[in-house]
């Protein structure tokens, strides 16, 4: 029996990624490709909506390739590609870009809220078009599944829209995909500022724990995260957002209950449960961090894994986009 399709991916936009990718992402997209046919991209051609220096973004994309790597995505098991490696992205969200709505495309919440923040002159038609791109990506691979996190679920529901509407107005070309939203509990938050998400481009990033930093600069931002005053290691968001926030990732990277952790650290301060949660990290952090560094210590051997993946994505892409340039005259 042939496993059902999974696509997901990452826009090559930081050196590093955070441990909000790697719980929320990375360490689902490693149990999942299992049971499925995963394909994993980053998402280059997405990230040039935002300003980019060439070299980089290309070093960029390849530290985030070499991260989905080191985290346990097996480039044998999954297909783990660069977005621009395979040609048909490009080429399909046109397709699709001709049969998207003007004011469907402009109701995106995501675009609305980056648009604004950039300004109307740097705001390009690539970031408008950006969820038709996505579209594609998705469609390309007739994908069963697509983990995101709550953010893209807009754009997920309207890669479905497209994929209906193409097969009805052209005959059955798409498998029409389903989004798998990220559970709360994986969302992580900013150690510094507890009540917003951690993200890549915060201001400062004292708050954000890298999967490439070294031990030291880990369990220093740890022990320096922002919690209360009332001392006691206990789960409540509304209250005591900072110190459920460490929670979340303790029972997260450990498997554990966080009702187990409470009990573990009662009656004890917040000095030794930090403690505690930054050796928990850092166990988790420097064998990926070391698989990592070695794997960009070989760009050559690391390009050659992704041009063979590259490859594999083609093929699968290139059936799809046949398909569709027949479909539509072309
Ligand atoms: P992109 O723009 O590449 O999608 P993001 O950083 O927004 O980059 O997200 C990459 C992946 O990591 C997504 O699956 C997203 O849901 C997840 N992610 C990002 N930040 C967090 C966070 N703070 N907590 C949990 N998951 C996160
Ligand atoms: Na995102």
């Known amino acids: 029996m042939t496993k059902p399709r999974l696509y997901s991916g990452m826009q090559p936009s930081a050196d590093s990624l955070h441990i909000g990718n790697y719980i929320g992402a990375l360490m689902q997209w490693r149990d999942l490709q299992e049971s499925y046919d995963a394909f994993f991209s980053v998402v280059d051609l997405h990230a040039l909506t935002q300003p980019n220096d060439p070299a980089e973004l290309r070093e960029k994309t390849r530290r985030t390739a070499a991260q989905y790597i080191a985290a346990g995505i097996e480039p044998s098991k999954s297909t783990l590609y660069v977005q621009s490696h395979v040609p048909a992205h490009a080429e ?3 397709i699709l870009s001709t049969i998207t709505g003007f004011g469907e495309a402009g109701r995106m919440t995501q675009f609305k809220d980056k648009s604004q923040r950039y300004g109307s ?6 970031l408008f078009t950006y969820p038709v791109l996505m579209a594609a990506d998705i469609l390309l691979y007739q994908t069963d599944i697509v983990p995101v996190g709550d953010d893209q679920k807009q754009h997920v529901e309207l890669t479905r829209d497209l994929a209906e509407r193409f097969n009805s107005r052209y005959g059955q070309t798409f498998r029409v995909p389903t989004p798998v939203i990220q559970r709360d509990t994986a969302r992580i938050f900013d150690l510094q500022n507890p009540t917003s998400k951690m993200s890549k481009s915060a201001e400062s990033d004292a708050g954000i724990l890298w999967l490439l930093d070294d031990p030291g600069k880990t369990r220093k931002k740890i022990m320096r995260a922002v919690t209360d005053s009332e001392g006691s290691v206990r789960y409540d968001t ?15 990277l450990t498997g554990r209950q966080v009702g187990s952790i409470e009990d573990e650290y ?3 301060g917040y000095g030794d449960f930090k403690k505690g949660l930054a050796e928990v990290v850092v166990e988790e952090f420097a ?9 960009l210590a ?3 051997e690391l390009d050659r894994v992704l041009a063979v993946n590259a490859g594999k994505a083609d093929e699968v892409a290139d059936r799809t986009l046949a398909d569709v340039y027949d479909r539509v005259g072309l």
């Open 287 to 295: 064998p990926v961090r070391e698989r990592a560094l070695t794997l």
């Open 92 to 94: 399909l969200a046109w």
């Open 266 to 268: 009662a009656g004890r």
């Open 121 to 126: 002159e740097a705001t390009s038609v690539g």
């Open 298 to 300: 070989d760009p050559a």
């Open 238 to 252: 509304e209250n005591k957002p900072g110190v459920s926030n460490l929670l979340v990732i303790y029972a997260a």
